[in-house]
């Protein structure tokens, strides 16, 4: 009997990644790393062995989905990796950084463990393998059905989250029994500026739904917006600068959207917008290359975008070099600087931390989810210093935390979109959320639709 083994983002919100076994086949759906918190799994080991795995389906290709295929293929594995035509070619750009952070992170520990007499370690996995794994893509249309191995067929749907994210139908064969299981991937949020809303999908034996804001709806959309606004006028008028840390892939493309919306109506009181980031703009690059995805609420933008963004946003600065980043570091104030990593664990927001955050005058706005153990989760829940490249840095800037600009879905749009299964429920499962939230969730579904579901751990293993 076909079985699922829950991986990762079981009770956490990382590191996604499940194992479909059948009596011929074991396909991995999702291998994401783990980020933000202590990985249970010893370096360099799987807890399966990767030469067995057939093929790899991936709903999306950000770091906590998909981080770990590199490594996958330096340990054995060389089958077929399944996504969608638009995360086929952000993949590259996430993999090729990566590996960069991967050499850089491991060259700057072997110092450091040659000082003490330690012996050197190896990185988790190199360009090459990178490389190696770039080959194995086989990018698939929305909608469209296909055959992963024999007995297992898959079909993505439009999630609605960043370009290219897939709700993934998966139907698994064996002698004359037929299940369907669906896996949510990470639902958008209704409210994206440039995105559609997750597709409906209304039959599954078993769900796997994402719970990443289980416990809460976000904020109104309008809301969100006006905050975002007088965030940056209150910036103004102190003088100090707004530093926002923003995902490379789809969070900054929304944000460079809602700054050119107010450019546009005249709201923007900063006159110069840095996107400090390579990789967020050869991402926006890719955007533009998708338009086709996005939704029809602004066909104005939709034209524009067929150009460049700084048609829409005419004050935005690319900083492409580290000489260009860091002259950024001479401007005291008066600037909005976008640059990653999205939950400042990594990249160049550091820097500009290190320059600003013991500036009363700064401003920090925290406009993505924040993983427990990461700087901006520090940041939110109010701690008075943060260590950044070695120096205890005091927190003085004012931190603003606007969640109704995240991309997942919040509970009540989970919710909505789970409907779609009912009034013959499937069995369900969370997934991608922290025990709390999942809880909440549990809680919401049993009071308004009567559906319960059982909170499974790391390791645990369900039969179809």
Excluded at 39 to 48: D, G, T
Excluded at 89 to 99: G, R, S, T, V, Y
Excluded at 122 to 146: C, M
Excluded at 403 to 425: E, K, N
Aim: net charge negative.
């Amino acid at each position: 009997m076909a079985s699922l083994t829950f991986y990762g983002a079981a009770q956490r919100v990382t590191g996604s990644c499940y194992l479909i076994e059948t009596e011929e086949h074991r396909v991995l759906l999702e291998c994401g790393q783990v980020q933000g918190e202590t990985n249970n799994q010893a370096p360099h080991s799987f807890p399966f062995e990767p030469h067995k795995i057939d093929a790899v389906v991936l709903s999306h290709g950000p770091l906590d989905h998909s981080g770990r295929i590199p490594e996958l293929v330096r340990h054995g594995f060389s089958g077929p990796v399944y996504l969608t035509r638009a995360s086929h070619a952000l993949i590259e750009l996430l993999h090729k950084d990566a590996a960069f952070l991967e050499l850089k992170d491991t060259e700057w520990q072997n110092r450091r463990r040659q000082r003490s007499g330690k012996p050197p370690i190896e990185p988790d996995f190199t360009l090459q393998d990178v490389e190696e794994a770039l080959v194995l893509r086989s990018p698939q249309r929305y909608g469209e059905r296909f055959e992963v191995v024999p007995g297992v067929e898959c079909r993505f749907r439009d999630a609605g989250h960043l370009l290219g994210s897939a709700i993934v139908e998966l139907w698994i064969r064996e002698g004359s029994e037929q299940r369907k299981a669906v896996f949510s991937g990470d639902l958008g949020n209704h409210f994206s500026p440039l995105l559609r809303d997750p597709e409906p999908v209304s039959e599954a034996d078993l769900l796997m739904l994402e719970s990443t804001y289980g416990n809460r709806n976000h904020r109104p959309h309008d809301e969100t917006v006006e905050e975002f606004a007088t965030a940056l006028k209150h910036a103004a008028q102190s003088g100090g600068n707004v530093l926002i840390p923003a995902f490379a892939v789809g969070r900054t493309q929304d944000l460079i959207y809602h700054l050119g919306d107010l450019y546009q109506e005249g709201r923007l009181p900063q006159q110069a917008v840095f996107l400090d980031s390579p990789m967020a703009i050869e991402a926006s690059a890719i955007y533009s290359r998708f338009t086709e995805l996005f939704n029809e609420d602004d066909p104005e933008f939709r034209q524009i975008m067929h150009h460049d963004w700084n048609e829409w946003l005419p004050v935005l600065q690319y900083s492409k070099t580290p000489e260009q980043s860091m002259a950024i570091n001479r401007i005291k104030g008066g600037a909005i600087i976008l640059a990653g990593s999205g939950m400042c664990t990594g990249g160049r927001i550091r820097h500009h931390f290190k320059h600003n955050l013991w500036r009363r005058e700064a401003h920090v706005i925290i406009a993505g989810f924040q993983a427990r153990g990461t700087p901006g989760r520090a940041l939110i829940d109010g701690t008075k210093t943060l260590r950044i490249l070695g120096e205890e840095i005091a927190v003085n800037a004012t931190i603003h935390t606007l969640g109704g600009f995240s991309a997942h879905a919040g509970q009540s749009q989970l919710t909505q979109w789970a409907r779609h299964f009912l009034p013959d429920p499937p069995r369900l499962c969370l997934v991608h959320g922290e025990h709390d939230n999942m809880v909440a969730l549990q809680q919401h579904f049993i009071e308004t639709l009567g559906w319960n579901f059982t909170i499974l751990a790391l390791g645990e293993t369900i039969t179809l």
